[in-house]
């Protein structure tokens, strides 16, 4: 991910293009071609590297349903592609590529995250191998209230709604961010391996349950009070590089 100006960016009704990457649907798949610099990464590299390839997406699942996030509607989100299947092409991965299970979703709002947000957990898996699988939103907005979403989609029709019993925390990492998920009540989420984890940001494997069912998740929570911090904006052009604001 790179910050770019306004005049790298080019949109019409096929397709976006950001810099040198660029996003398109084309008959039934998604394309992402990307070209990118990667930054240095502590015992993986020491300087910035050039990276491309192509992600595509073909969904097992479509939808196109918008849900509002919070009170006042500023915020959307919508799973456009709730279960799909991708094959990466990047020389920089071993072999050359690597496929598996996709997702794909949208947001897009008026104001900026933390204007309306205090943050929020989501995640999204499957039970077992060829199971339902499952979406969770938790979103606490500023003014407190809460936007809670459960949604199961089974490959016939949905979404279905789910019951989504109280959120129990997960073990912190090192910035400490009070990452949770959804999981019934005498149970406890397990976490399985942590991806990402930032100031602001963490993203984990977590095992829950969820009426019964044990389901494998990839689980993300965002705290926007931490992202509004000004020591963070500092930080963050270290972990995500910056091009002219205006091109």
């Known amino acids: 991910m790179t910050e770019r100006g306004s005049t790298s960016l080019r949109r019409d009704a096929h397709g976006l293009r950001i810099g040198r990457s660029s996003l398109s649907m084309r008959a039934d798949r998604l394309l992402i071609d990307f070209s990118e610099t990667a930054l240095p990464w502590p015992g993986q590299r020491l300087w910035p590297k050039a990276v491309s390839g192509r992600v595509e997406v073909i969904p097992d699942i479509c939808a196109d349903r918008l849900f509002s996030l919070d009170p006042a509607g500023r915020h959307v989100w919508s799973p456009r592609m709730p279960r799909a299947r991708a094959t990466i092409t990047c020389d920089a991965l071993p072999g050359g590529g690597w496929q598996g299970r996709a997702y794909h979703d949208m947001n897009y709002g008026d104001r900026a995250l933390e ?14 191998v060829d199971g339902d699988t499952v979406i969770l939103y938790d979103a606490l907005a500023c003014q407190g209230t809460r936007r809670r979403l459960a949604l199961r989609y089974d490959g016939r029709q949905g979404p279905q709604p789910l019951h989504m019993p109280d959120r129990q925390g997960l073990p912190r990492g090192f910035w400490g961010v009070r990452a ?8 406890t989420p397990r976490l399985l391996h942590r991806l990402e984890d930032s100031p602001f940001y963490t993203r984990s494997r977590v095992e829950t349950v969820l009426d019964g069912r044990r389901f ?9 009070r931490r992202l509004s911090h000004p020591l963070v ?3 963050l052009p270290f972990r995500m590089p910056r091009r002219a604001l205006r091109g």
């Open 115 to 128: 204007q309306d947000f205090i943050g929020w957990d989501w995640a999204r898996g499957h039970e077992g």
């Open 180 to 187: 949770g998920i959804a999981c019934d009540p005498a149970t």
């Open 216 to 224: 494998d998740m990839m689980q993300e929570t965002l705290d926007c």
């Open 233 to 235: 904006r500092l930080m």
